[in-house]
């Protein structure tokens, strides 16, 4: 079976990634044809994380530039998290790219979107909701008496910030 590496310098939330000289990765040419790849199979072969196993004819540093894969067999791309010699072969430990595997899918879709990460980041998506966090701050102030008497009847509760309320 044959692969194709390459040096993947794009973060994993891209859809197209590009290689090391800029270009999107799209076919053979852009990468490192390897043949005569088997599979490291345990009982069962595992398509979203499998295991390739190269002989060790190849200077395994030169092997060792490489971080993302094709299998032509699967039509996917995978990024290698682990790269060990094991036995005279070279071990590559793989897990799918699921943007990269259905990238065409991906970029035929049509999304509706109610919401942005960024506040009035574009200009086509008007969000005037304010974003969502999930961290909350807490701050105490000491005033003039003992406000949390509730014998005296007297309680103060303050909220500020960006659209907050005082009582």
């Excluded at 993947?8 to 390897?34: F, L, R, Y």
């Excluded at 506040?119 to 969000?127: A, E």
């Excluded at 005296?152 to 960006?162: E, F, M, Q």
């Amino acid at each position: 079976m044959d692969v194709i590496l390459y040096k993947n310098i794009s973060p994993p939330n891209q859809v197209k990634k590009k290689n090391q000289s800029g270009a999107i990765i799209k076919d053979a040419s852009q990468g490192t044809i390897i043949s005569n790849v088997k599979f490291f199979e345990d009982g069962s072969l595992d398509i979203l994380h499998p295991v390739l196993l190269l002989n060790l004819t190849t200077d395994i540093e030169d092997i060792a530039i490489y971080n993302y894969v094709k299998i032509p067999k699967f039509n996917r791309f995978y990024y290698i998290d682990k790269i060990s010699t094991e036995g005279g072969l070279i071990r590559f430990e793989c897990r799918v790219d699921v943007l990269m595997s259905h990238k065409t899918d991906i970029l035929k879709s049509k999304q509706y979107i109610l919401r942005q990460q960024n506040k009035n980041n574009s200009p086509f998506l008007d969000d005037n909701m304010l974003p969502i966090r999930s961290d909350h701050a807490y701050y105490a102030k000491p005033f003039g008496g003992n406000v949390a008497d509730i014998t005296c009847g007297r309680v103060i509760l303050a909220t500020t910030g960006k659209g907050g309320t005082v009582i």
